[in-house]
């Protein structure tokens, strides 16, 4: 059955290994999901492959369709499959449709062969590091135990010379979000990055989750940063989506949108979850094999797991003002009491709300040079002049509420 005209457009994160991973890093919530498949060599074959790209491509009207590759860890296929991948779409491609590839990486396994297909192909690329050495490596270890910070950095540096677009995966854990301007510099200036995304690491139990006020910080301290010397030139997923819900009336994140349902994950056997985060039995809505991929992304099951968003919001999220930025953020995070005792509170929401408000006058601004037809950056040469005049008992210039000297007069 063809659905193009019917179904919105979806986003599928594939995982031709299944959990299978080259590391073992501390907090990875998805080594654990190779138990669902005991026995399996966790390896896609070509007839999955062949039905993920057919189907994907099929279902969508739009002109640019993307295809994903995650894991586990994805390199670990080998550049033979990734070939027959790039032949795959070639075959399936309608007239006039842009393909955005995509492959989410460790990088330990890239080299010069690597990049040069990468680069050929135009992938973009998103390789996992987590800062400086020492904090890269609390958490991110290979099966021996041992620290892979260098070999990371070898291949950023690799596909920084063979031009190979990349961007960096950065997991703000309980090290290094204590540092945020020391993470942000390291990709700015050491490695020259230019696209960052910041994910938090958020566990029910131990204590490399980030705190939840902590996270609030990080976020702030790196916006100060960027907001008076990098808009335009830098570019953080976090921002980018506060930004165009501000703009445009809903982010571009679905984190930050008000329902779910739109990425689906797929196993390595065709199988089809809900969402990455929720790769479980109870989320499991078909196989692509058995049933096509478009009838399972518009199933009812799927469409009451992406409307449980927001109908399963407490009346805490349901009134708060930040609401239209943030839709009590990811579903998984969500197993705090609120403040009037209804279950459903978001791990994060003390130090999302203090992102939001912070960023609340500067959001306000770019969104004014932007509905002007000015560029955001233009931003950068306002500050100045408005801090500069700022004296040290006025109400900072930022929009806190604070005196400029206890906020960025200090």
Known sequence: ??????IPAFHVMAKPTGAI???????????????????????M???????????????????????????????????????????????????????????????????????????ENDFLVGISLDGPPEMHDFY??????????????????????????????????????????????????????????????????????????????????????????????????????????????????CLFRPSCGEFVALEHNGDLYSCDHFVEPAHLLGNILRTPLADLVNSEQQRAFGEAKHTTLPRYCRECRFLFECHGECPKNRFLVSPDGEAGLNYLCAGLQAYFAHVEPYMRTMTGLLEQAR???????MLPVRFANAKRNDPCPCGSGRKFKKCHGS
């Open 140 to 253: 991110r270890r290979d099966k021996g135990g041992r620290g892979t910070f260098d070999k990371v950095e070898r291949a950023a540096r690799l596909m920084q010379r063979e031009h190979v677009e990349f961007n960096i995966l950065c997991a703000v854990n309980a090290v290094n979000s204590q540092h945020p301007p020391a993470v942000y510099r390291f990709f700015r200036d050491e490695i020259g990055a230019r696209f960052l995304q910041f994910i938090p690491i958020v566990e029910r139990t131990g204590d490399r989750s980030v705190e939840p006020e902590r996270y609030g910080r990080f976020l702030i301290q790196i916006f100060d940063e960027w907001v008076r010397r990098d808009v335009g030139s830098v570019f953080v997923q976090t921002f980018d989506a506060t930004l165009a819900a501000w703009v445009c009336g809903q982010s571009s994140l």
């Open 45 to 119: 074959s070509g007839e999955v492959m062949e039905s993920y790209i057919r189907q994907t491509l099929e279902a969508h009207a739009s002109p640019e369709v993307t295809i994903a590759w995650q894991g586990g860890e994805p390199t670990l296929m080998g550049l033979d499959f990734y070939r027959r991948v790039t032949q795959s779409i070639e075959r399936y491609r309608k007239p006039g449709v842009t393909i955005q590839n995509t492959i989410q990486t460790n990088g330990v396994l890239l080299d010069e062969e690597w990049c040069e297909f990468l680069r």
């Open 21 to 43: 991973c080259n590391l073992n890093c501390a907090y990875c919530f998805f080594l654990s999901k190779e138990s669902l498949y005991p026995g399996s060599n966790s390896r």
């Open 375 to 381: 560029p955001a950056s233009e931003i950068m040469e």
């Open 1 to 6: 059955m063809n659905q193009a005209a019917s």
